[in-house]
């Protein structure tokens, strides 16, 4: 491996921008890959083994761009990171989670809301159980919310609603003052649910992904100091909808190259 070569980001649309955003604050002199695979999404509706197929596609593409390390910027494929096949090392979302999850509260009830697939595997309880006995997750998923975000963000009155049946059911089964934000897209609309629940702690695990990419990094060797490129790709046509460079604006991203791309699983 050498310095130079990329870092690789996978989600299955735009959430992973949260994590690319944490990247480019974090360690700003990393040259980045980014692949979404908006045309697919969402895939916290489909079988285990779909997710794990695209996800494997999507890796292989980020390895023929040559990256020395992919951040899974996406829950629902990291619950899955067992059966997935890489020959770069791979960062969890999920993991990065738990460890924010215990950073922010050392006992009691953490609210987590994430897509129905991530809830089915289990991945955030089963972590969080290896590591304390104290804390413990009120866990919601939701069928809908991300991919309103991915495709209507700006549709205010839909997007309360939708947030709004992701968080009450938590609330109504516990009274919760940290939620974790289980879902990369959830971050788009952070400050949406900050006016919405002024009360809870809200809890993303991007910044801890970065931590530990940039241990690992450092550790060998391998810290870009001279780089800082962004290449996006997504599986849907970028040229038609304004929707992806909206959000890219939003979230104040920078970007070098925006692109359509096609992978080899259909
Ligand atoms: N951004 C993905 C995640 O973090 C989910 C969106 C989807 O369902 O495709 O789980």
Redesign the pocket.
């Given at each position: 491996m050498e310095k130079e070569q990329p870092v690789g980001l996978f989600?299955?649309?735009?959430?992973?921008f949260t994590v690319l955003k944490e990247l480019q604050r974090g360690l700003p002199s990393e040259n980045a890959v980014y692949l979404g695979?908006s045309k697919?999404?969402?895939?916290?509706?489909?079988e285990n083994a779909e997710i794990i197929a695209f996800a494997n596609s999507g890796i292989r593409f980020l390895e023929g761009k040559g990256v020395k390390a992919i951040l899974l910027?996406?829950?629902?494929?990291?619950?899955l990171i067992d059966q997935l096949e890489s020959r770069v090392p791979l960062f969890s979302?999920v993991e990065a989670g738990c460890e924010a999850t215990l950073a922010a509260r050392n006992r009691g009830a953490v609210g987590l809301i994430?897509?129905?697939?991530?809830v089915k595997n289990g991945a955030y309880e089963r972590l969080l159980a290896r590591r304390s006995d104290r804390v413990h997750y009120i866990t919601q998923g939701t069928r809908t919310l991300?991919?309103i975000i991915?495709n209507h963000p700006y549709e205010r009155a839909l997007l309360r609603k939708n947030i709004r049946e992701a968080i009450d059911p938590i609330l109504e089964k516990q009274d919760v003052d940290a939620l974790l934000l289980?879902?990369?897209?959830?971050p788009i609309v952070r400050e949406s649910i900050e006016q919405m629940y002024p009360e809870l702690t809200i809890i993303n695990p991007a910044e801890r992904q970065i931590a530990s990419l940039r241990a690992y990094l450092a550790e060998r060797d391998l810290l870009n100091d001279a780089g800082g490129t962004t290449e996006i790709y997504t599986t849907r046509n970028v040229a038609d909808e304004k929707i992806i460079t909206q959000i890219i604006d939003h979230i104040g991203l920078k970007y070098d190259v925006l692109a359509q791309t096609e992978l080899d699983v259909d």
């Open positions: 989600d299955s649309g735009i959430g992973g695979d697919r999404m969402p895939y916290g509706e489909r910027a996406c829950n629902t494929v990291s619950s979302i994430a897509t129905t697939a991530t991300a991919k991915n289980g879902c990369t897209h959830f």
